[in-house]
């Protein structure tokens, strides 16, 4: 029986850990062939061991310029094309009003919006027509959670480049879309938290927050990227969904 992504080629940035590696996974098994980079090596070189077949692994930071460059060169000559992107690199912490460092500033945006951009920008020659991108936005691009101003503002760039993108890109039928997912039992959401008490405290809150009591998972998430970047969504574009358990939604 013939598998969703049989003879595609994907990359997922950040892909070492959470929810980049578990869409790399879901995207695998239904046959495509998976790029997946991340900035740490162990980290990265483990995860690939869990992808079967095991894909190919390139050590990048995706706001890096150059190291993206490298990421592209190496897809090139690899498989001489890309049909999926999904630009999932990216990070966050807290900080208030008041205590915004221009290092956390420039740090997130980095990440965020600036590695997003060029993640998007560079892969273009070597997209066909008709390929998809999936972007990796967030619930708190919509909402105003508290000490969490600069990740907000650069996930709402993030939906915003979804419709400027669809646009731009229409003469050539490539479609965008963004994922913004709710709170994602992942390492990057516990990495919030101080220590093992606090995370626990934070976990309840968020999912007191949640229609459905609950965190989500990582292959919740994959599932729709799934969705998005298959033919089902064939007339899918410049839409956001939302991965929240209706957190944003109610």
């Known amino acids: ?82 049909d999926i992107l999904v630009a999932n690199a990216g990070s966050g912490s807290f900080a208030p009003l008041g205590a915004i460092s221009e290092e956390h500033f420039d740090q997130t945006l980095d990440a965020n919006v600036k590695g997003t951009l060029f993640t998007v920008q560079k892969a273009l020659p070597l997209m066909p027509d008709g390929s998809t991108i999936v972007l990796i936005g967030s619930t708190a691009g919509s909402e105003g959670v508290g000490a969490f101003g600069v990740y907000a503002a650069s996930k709402a760039a993030i939906r915003s480049f979804a ?46 927050q949640i229609p459905l009591g609950r965190l989500g998972q990582p292959d919740e998430v994959a599932k729709v990227a799934s969705f998005l970047a298959s033919e089902d969504a064939s007339f899918v574009n410049g839409i956001e969904l939302f991965v929240d358990g209706g957190a944003a939604q109610v």
Request: glycine share 10%; hydrophobic share 40%.
């Open 163 to 208: 419709r400027t993108w669809a646009t731009d890109l229409k003469q050539r039928k490539i479609r965008v879309n963004v994922i913004s997912p709710g709170p994602i039992e992942t390492p990057g959401l516990a990495g919030l938290a101080s220590d093992d008490d606090t995370r626990r405290g934070m976990y309840a809150a968020f999912a007191g």
């Open 1 to 82: 029986m013939p598998r969703k992504f049989d003879g595609k080629i994907a990359l997922v940035t950040g892909g070492s850990s959470g929810i980049g590696l578990a869409i790399a996974q879901h995207f695998a098994r239904e046959g495509a062939f998976v790029f997946i980079t991340g900035r740490r090596k162990h980290e990265l070189e483990k995860a690939a061991k869990s992808i079967a077949p095991e894909p190919a692994a390139i050590q990048a930071d995706v706001a890096n310029l150059v190291e993206l460059s490298r990421v592209y060169q190496q897809i090139g000559q690899k498989t001489g094309r890309l």
